[in-house]
């Protein structure tokens, strides 16, 4: 097998390919393989896991297609990107479709629970959270958040949020209108809320950051 510097999980879902194509702008030197090759999962030095979608929907196309274990051992062992649904399956279980998740993270997934909220304008918001919102970096300073202002904008799309057990994990929260944890981070992983192939040039530089990235373990 070739040198796969990256590989892009295939489980069926999610927008693999504008993920594939950013990583390729900021990484052009680099083998950028989107797979649902366990074997070339494996063999990659760094694994990136995108998504949308719903839970139950992801973590049954991870076992039917025989990813499950490929996905636990590469977010255990090299550097390690999830997005969106890639984040929320690394924790122990979702209030959407009430399933089991991978477990690598302790907390759960839950729904946002507006009813009738509004912003401090006054607008009633809405879930799904869709759109552009700050990011403020929390915790310990990552290198993933080099070269990206605090309170840079993304692009969200998301009805659910994590809610860990485990302050340390997060690195990064978002307002909606109450405080949430949007992006967390622990030894070779970090993974994200929002969607860093829709963020303009802080996405880009968040991934151009991952291609580059040196986790300590």
Known sequence: ??????????????????????????APNKTVLVTSDSAAIGAAERV????????FECMRELDKRGLHHAVVNAAKTKPFLGICIGLQMLFDHSEEGDVN??????GNVIKFALED???????????PHMGWNQVYQGGKPHAMWNGIANGERFYFVHSYYVSSTNPDYAVGF??????????????????VQFHPEKSAQAGLQLLSNFVNWKPEY
């Open 1 to 26: 097998m070739k040198k796969i510097d990256i590989a892009v999980v295939d489980y069926g879902m999610g927008n693999l390919r504008s993920v594939s194509k950013a990583i390729e702008h900021v």
């Open 48 to 55: 990136v896991f995108p998504g949308q979608g719903a839970m």
């Open 101 to 106: 998740c991978l477990g690598l993270l302790q």
């Open 117 to 127: 909220t509004c912003d401090k304008d006054g607008q009633k918001l809405k879930v």
């Open 174 to 191: 978002g307002e909606y209108p109450q405080r949430f944890t949007c992006a967390v981070g622990k030894e070779n992983i970090f993974a």
